[in-house]
């Protein structure tokens, strides 16, 4: 094959993370995988070979359809998932929530927020009943006054403001975005290093969600957070993320800049839910007959189990793809595929990224 | 067919795509309609004098957040809602090609809504794990329809539901499956398929992609808009996704805190939105396409219905606001810069492309003023 290995195909760590310059690294994924038993004889690899890494302040954003995976990462990574292959570090030390213990240390560090708020608070507690536990937990705040303190500077600083009246307030005297607002202050009662937030948006009406975002970045500079934005919008992964890692049936497919990756995808996977996204200056696309992006290949139905899980619905798969798994190669400095048929499906990618070498985000 | 039928479903006939209606007169004119939720604090205004027309073969996308009224609006003029909601007044006129003249169907006796609904008006509903019975298989859901609706033979109705998978695309191996056994999309296509077994007139679709992934999602919507095109009938859309609806929707209403707020066709919308509500909007959504813009939101939530405040209930979060916007009276006139005098607003003082005014932030920049989005009542 005349495809990317003519290069020299080399492990997918080699690329540069986007998201390398705005801070320290926090903490790194390395082939993780995770397998979940169904029945007595079956595995479904729910995480497959997945390597990325979290730095401070910068924002990594995990992309893809539901059933990908997405969520078992993030609960891989919060340590309440056992890994079946890989190892997680966190600071340079291997991750270890064996005990107890160790299990909250871990927590006061990565922190998870959950999707939909309505679920994820109790109903029957206020809250700052919800808030007082996690800092009386992993900050040791004693005293009554002291942790009453602190959970009005947690409420002030995801401006649930004036943070008395919130006090008393049980959840469902709260609106969605207030909700959510109450179960970011609570990830970061135990102050920690790393957020994993899974789709912290998606349930939120569309006027209040670019709030929340500019929340949850202005959280990320002042705090210096390690942010993992898990969506199923790429679209919002491109405004609010330094790099972005697509995810297709367990499997990271591509990863990139932002900016770069959504204009210009390489993967077939990435450029179908490109090409999928609302675009609202397409006007009357979707009724003009024949306008229909590659998107037909949808009824292709589930992932392959072997070779590329993409090549039932790819319109570049030939038997090569339906035989062996493509691995996450380098494309560039900073880009990687996992694809057999990068020369057809991407040319423009890999023309810019030889020709121009390490290239910028645009 | 009884004499007394007022809704008389004419023999199944080929409709000519889209326009077999004659263009002086929409299938469906809801009229100053109002709803409202009894409850013990006072009646909720869920909806509050709307007026919407529905015209043949067209797609009218109604896009709010939640709490706006859109779905309260295309229930109640279905009548299908139940206490504590109440209709308060208004008419929703519906005159379909096969009937001799037109209905209000707020008039309708049960009888005449039964045969109304489902032959005339169908529903596509949002959930369509929870709108699908779980215990019954595909084939055996569509029959009930069928038999419920259609004076059909048994076998006839076998026909009719294997055309209708055909029609979705959905293998007829699947005839004998249960929910739980489709995928999410597959469940909607069967939705759909149920929806237009009857060939209605208007099909109402609220959310019917919202739980999909946006590749599923749009394989979804371009099946719609292609059965559109085939069957001509015409789509109510409902959904909070203003991104969507721009490509998809001939013509889009704008809801907010139970008033329509801004109508107009999707280009006039995308390029001359003249109401800042959707302005708002139109600068909430992340584009993935095109260069990247700096986006504003709308700080702030919504009103509480149970006692709105006087003259436009968007004021407390627009940017533009006066102390005028106290006493407007929400009616809808026609924007005096457009060309289109269907292009109507709610907002007399704000033109298209009025500059946004200072202090609005954007994403990258900075954050929402503290304490923006209010205190809940």
Not at chain 2, 93 to 102: A, D, I, S, T, V
Request: glycine residues 8%.
């Amino acid at each position: 094959m005349t495809d990317v290995d003519g290069a020299g195909v080399q492990p997918s760590a080699d690329v540069i993370s986007a998201a390398a310059d705005r801070g320290p690294l926090a903490m790194e994924a390395m082939s993780v995988s995770k397998d979940f038993k169904i029945g007595r004889h079956n595995r479904l690899h729910a995480a497959r070979d997945v390597s990325f890494n979290l730095y401070r302040s910068a924002v990594v954003a995990l992309v893809g359809e539901s059933g990908s995976g997405k969520t078992t990462v993030a609960r891989l990574l919060a340590g309440q998932e056992r890994l079946t292959a890989g190892t997680i570090r966190l600071d340079g030390k291997p991750v270890d929530v064996s005990s107890r213990g160790a299990f909250r240390r871990y927590k006061s560090e990565v922190q998870l927020v959950f999707q939909d708020p309505f679920a994820s608070l109790n109903p029957v507690h206020t809250v700052s009943h919800h808030l007082e536990r996690p800092v009386r937990l992993h900050q040791g705040k004693k005293s009554k006054e002291q942790v009453r303190a602190e959970v009005i500077a947690l409420l002030e600083q995801v401006r649930l403001i004036p943070a008395r009246q919130f006090l008393g307030k049980y959840p469902h005297e709260l609106s969605g975005g207030q909700r959510q607002r109450v179960s970011f202050a609570r990830a970061l009662a135990a102050r920690p290093s790393v957020l994993l937030a899974d789709e912290p948006v998606s349930m939120l009406d569309v006027s209040i969600r670019l709030e929340m975002l500019a929340l949850l970045d202005d959280l990320r500079q002042r705090l210096k957070l390690a942010l993992l934005y898990i969506t199923h919008d790429i679209a919002s992964a491109r405004y609010f993320a330094d790099e972005i890692l697509v995810m297709y049936a367990g499997q990271i497919v591509e990863r990139g800049p932002a900016e770069d990756l959504t204009q210009h995808p390489a993967h077939p996977y990435t450029q179908l839910l490109v090409a999928s996204a609302p675009d609202p200056d397409d006007l009357g696309g979707m009724l003009r007959n024949g306008s229909r992006p590659a998107a037909q290949r949808t009824e292709g139905g589930a992932p392959a189990t072997v070779g590329c899980p993409f090549s039932p619905r790819c319109p570049f798969a030939d038997d090569r793809c339906r035989q062996e798994n493509p691995a996450l190669a380098r494309v560039s400095s900073i880009r990687a595929a996992a694809c057999w048929h990068l020369d057809i499906a991407a040319p423009d990618v890999l023309a810019r990224s030889q020709g121009g070498g390490a290239q910028n985000t645009p | 067919m009884s004499a007394d039928r007022r809704v008389q479903p004419a023999e199944a006939s080929p409709r000519s795509p889209g326009h077999s209606r004659s263009p002086g007169e929409p299938v469906l004119e809801i009229a100053d309609l109002s709803v409202v939720y009894r409850t013990a604090a006072g009646d909720v205004r869920a909806v509050n004098q709307v007026s919407l027309d529905l015209w043949a073969g067209e797609v009218v996308g109604l896009v709010g957040e939640s709490g706006s009224g859109k779905s309260t609006l295309a229930y109640g003029a279905c009548r299908l809602l139940r206490a504590p909601a109440l209709i308060t007044g208004g008419t929703v006129r519906y005159h379909g090609p096969r009937m001799m003249c037109p209905v209000d169907i707020l008039e309708l006796t049960p009888s005449q809504l039964t045969n109304l609904r489902w032959r005339e008006i169908a529903i596509v509903f949002q959930s369509a794990m929870n709108a699908l019975n779980p215990v019954l298989n595909v084939r055996d859901q569509m029959l009930d329809v069928i038999h419920a609706h259609l004076p059909v033979s048994r076998d006839e109705a076998m026909d009719k539901v294997s055309s209708l998978l055909d029609l979705v695309r959905i293998p007829r191996s699947r005839l004998r499956s249960y929910p739980h056994e489709l995928s999410g999309g597959m469940r909607q296509r069967v939705m759909i398929a149920m929806a237009l077994a009857t060939e209605p007139q208007i099909v109402i679709m609220d959310e019917p992609t919202t739980a999909l992934d946006v590749v599923v999602q749009r394989d979804i919507l371009a099946q719609i808009a292609e059965l559109r095109e085939r069957l001509g009938f015409s789509i109510l859309f409902i959904t909070h996704d203003l991104s969507l609806l721009l490509e998809f929707a001939d013509r889009i209403a704008v809801m907010y805190a139970g008033r329509l707020l801004e109508i107009a066709t999707a280009v006039d919308i995308h390029h001359q939105a003249a109401h800042p509500y959707t302005m708002g909007l139109l600068n909430s959504f992340p584009s993935l396409h095109g260069p990247r813009r700096d986006l504003a939101g709308i700080p702030g939530s919504p009103p509480d219905l149970l006692n709105p405040p006087p003259g436009c209930p968007f004021m407390p979060r627009c940017g533009y606001s006066r102390p005028a916007c106290a006493e407007v009276d929400m009616s809808l006139t026609s924007v005096t810069s457009s060309t289109d005098p269907s292009h109507l607003t709610a907002c007399p003082f704000v033109l298209p492309g009025a500059s946004l005014p200072a202090g609005t932030e954007s994403l990258a920049m900075s954050v929402p003023e503290p304490g923006a989005e209010g205190v809940a009542p």
